[in-house]
T-cell receptor
Framework: EDQVTQSPEALRLQEGESSSLNCSYT??????LFWYRQDPGKGPEFLFT???AGEEKEKERLKATLTKKESFLHITAPKPEDSATYLC?????????FGSGTQLTVLP | EAQVTQNPRYLITVTGKKLTVTCSQN?????MSWYRQDPGLGLRQIYY???????DKGDVPEGYKVSRKEKRNFPLILESPSPNQTSLYFC??????????FGSGTRLTVV
C-alpha cells in the first residue's frame, strides 16, 4: 500500500518569498501524482497530474516536478491569495492515497 | 458549469437515524468516489465506482453504503449513523487518467 508523506506540515512565507513543498511516496510504478489546493471549508481543487519522472507542469506561480520517489510544488513569488492547504495524492482514479497536506500562509 | 453537487452542506442527526447524502456530476465522468476528511487523518476513501452498477470498497467502508444506478448520481447512505461518523464528506468524480473534481463537502454531525 502506498504511503504519501508531505513536508513541511505548515509553512509561513512573506509575500514574494519563493519556496517548495515536498511530497514523497513509497510505491513506485505506473501511478499518477496529483496536487490539489484546499481552502478552508471547501473541497480540494485540482492543480496538476504528473506521471513520469522528469515531468514538470506550471500554472501561474506554481510549478510541480516529479522524480521517482518524490514530487515538489515550487511556489515562485507567492501572494497572500496563495494561502491554502496543498495536498498531494498518489494512485489512479480507482483509488487515491492522500498526504496530510502542507498548510501555506503567505503574509503581506 | 462543470461541477459536482453534494447535498446537504450541513447535517446534524441522531444516532441510528438513517440518512442519505446525495452527489451528482454533470461531466459524464465514469469514476466517482466518496471521501471523508478528519483532522490529523486527512482524506480517506470510503467507496468508489468505476461505472454504473460497479462499486467497490475504499479504505474505510464500514458503516456506509453506496449505489450507482445512473452515471451522474452516487449517493452515500448511512443506515445507522454513529458519532464516529461525524466528519466532513466529499464526493468526487473523474476520468481514469486525470484528477478528480471534488464537491463542496457535507459536514455531518451525529449526536
Amino acid at each position: 500500500e502506498d504511503q504519501v508523506t508531505q513536508s513541511p506540515e505548515a509553512l509561513r512565507l512573506q509575500e514574494g518569498e519563493s519556496s517548495s513543498l515536498n511530497c514523497s511516496y513509497t510505491v513506485s510504478g505506473l501511478r499518477g501524482l496529483f496536487w490539489y489546493r484546499q481552502d478552508p471549508g471547501k473541497g480540494p481543487e485540482f492543480l496538476f497530474t504528473l506521471y513520469s519522472a522528469g515531468e514538470e507542469k506550471e500554472k501561474e506561480r506554481l510549478k510541480a516536478t516529479l522524480t521517482k520517489k518524490e514530487s515538489f510544488l515550487h511556489i515562485t513569488a507567492p501572494k497572500p491569495e496563495d494561502s491554502a492547504t496543498y495536498l498531494c495524492a498518489r494512485g489512479t482514479a480507482r483509488q487515491l492515497t492522500f498526504g496530510s497536506g502542507t498548510q501555506l500562509t503567505v503574509l503581506p | 458549469e462543470a461541477q459536482v453537487t453534494q447535498n446537504p452542506r450541513y447535517l446534524i442527526t441522531v444516532t441510528g437515524k438513517k440518512l442519505t447524502v446525495t452527489c451528482s456530476q454533470n461531466m459524464n465522468h465514469e469514476y466517482m468516489s466518496w471521501y471523508r476528511q478528519d483532522p490529523g487523518l486527512g482524506l480517506r476513501q470510503i467507496y468508489y465506482s468505476m461505472n454504473v452498477e460497479v462499486t467497490d470498497k475504499g479504505d474505510v467502508p464500514e458503516g456506509y453504503k453506496v449505489s450507482r444506478k445512473e452515471k451522474r448520481n452516487f449517493p452515500l447512505i448511512l443506515e445507522s449513523p454513529s458519532p464516529n461518523q461525524t466528519s466532513l464528506y466529499f464526493c468526487a468524480s473523474g476520468v481514469r487518467t486525470a484528477g478528480y473534481t471534488f464537491g463542496s463537502g457535507t459536514r455531518l454531525t451525529v449526536v
